[in-house]
């Protein structure tokens, strides 16, 4: 909100973490606080500089891990990118098969599933989606097992393949595959067209 406060925030979570150690620090969508400085203009000039500081800083960062996570590494800034800062880039790409089972598993453990359901097929059918797709999929599911229960006081409170049908009818994943293919071999410096 006002100039200062998120390099006055990063400074204060690595003081938290040097007095804490071990610990991890973990940035989601880093991105928002790591972009370019050529291409955030002058306002992520001090975040990105206080962030470099940081992990550079005076003080060791002895049994603090960084990991920061991405849907757009191609405009992080180059120094914050290189080796000593952020030394593993690894893809997490789209999930297999047998992944989107797991979390479909995951999602479905606690709900009241009829004998009906065939997750494997779900599975099968949610190809190109991401884990947060496949979870908005149950709640979609779940949501049309009691929108029908609602209706039907008196027939069992079951979420039944005919509920992830309907789901799957307008099931359409946030993903696009080629967006996320673009950035597998992704590696610092890269330029992606």
Same mark, same amino acid.
């Given at each position: 909100?006002?100039?200062?406060? $998120? ?30 400085? %050529?291409? $955030? ?11 470099? !500081? ?5 003080? @060791?960062?002895? %049994?603090?891990?960084?990991?920061? =996570?991405?849907?757009? +590494?191609?405009?992080? %800034? ?19 098969? *047998?992944?989107? /089972? ?11 599933? =009829? ?9 099968? #059918?949610?190809?190109? $989606? ?9 709640? !979609?599911?779940? %949501?049309? =097992?009691? &929108? ?6 008196? $027939? *069992? +409170? ?6 992830? @049908?309907? =789901?799957? *009818?307008?099931?359409? +994943?946030?993903?696009?595959? @080629?967006?996320? &293919? #673009? ?8 330029? /992606?067209?």
């Amino acid at each position: 909100m006002y100039v200062g406060e $998120s390099e006055r925030a990063i400074r204060d979570v690595f003081r938290r973490a040097r007095a804490a150690k071990p610990c991890i620090i973990f940035f989601d969508e880093i991105d928002t606080i790591g972009k370019a400085r %050529d291409k $955030s203009g002058d306002t992520g000039l001090n975040v990105v500089a206080t962030l470099l !500081n940081e992990l550079d800083g005076i003080e @060791e960062l002895k %049994d603090v891990f960084i990991i920061g =996570a991405t849907n757009r +590494p191609d405009i992080l %800034d180059t120094a914050l990118v290189r080796k000593g800062r952020f030394d593993e880039h690894i893809h997490i790409g789209l999930p297999t098969l *047998e992944a989107r /089972l797991q979390i479909l598993q995951i999602h479905t453990r606690k709900k009241p599933m =009829a004998q009906d359901i065939d997750l494997n097929v779900v599975a099968e #059918r949610t190809d190109g $989606s991401s884990g947060a797709d496949i979870s908005g999929l149950v709640k !979609n599911a779940v %949501d049309f =097992a009691v &929108e029908e229960y609602e209706k039907a006081p008196d $027939s *069992e +409170p079951l979420v039944k393949m005919a509920h992830f @049908e309907a =789901a799957l *009818e307008t099931h359409v +994943p946030n993903t696009m595959r @080629e967006e996320a &293919e #673009r950035y597998e071999g992704w590696r610092p410096g890269m330029t /992606l067209g």
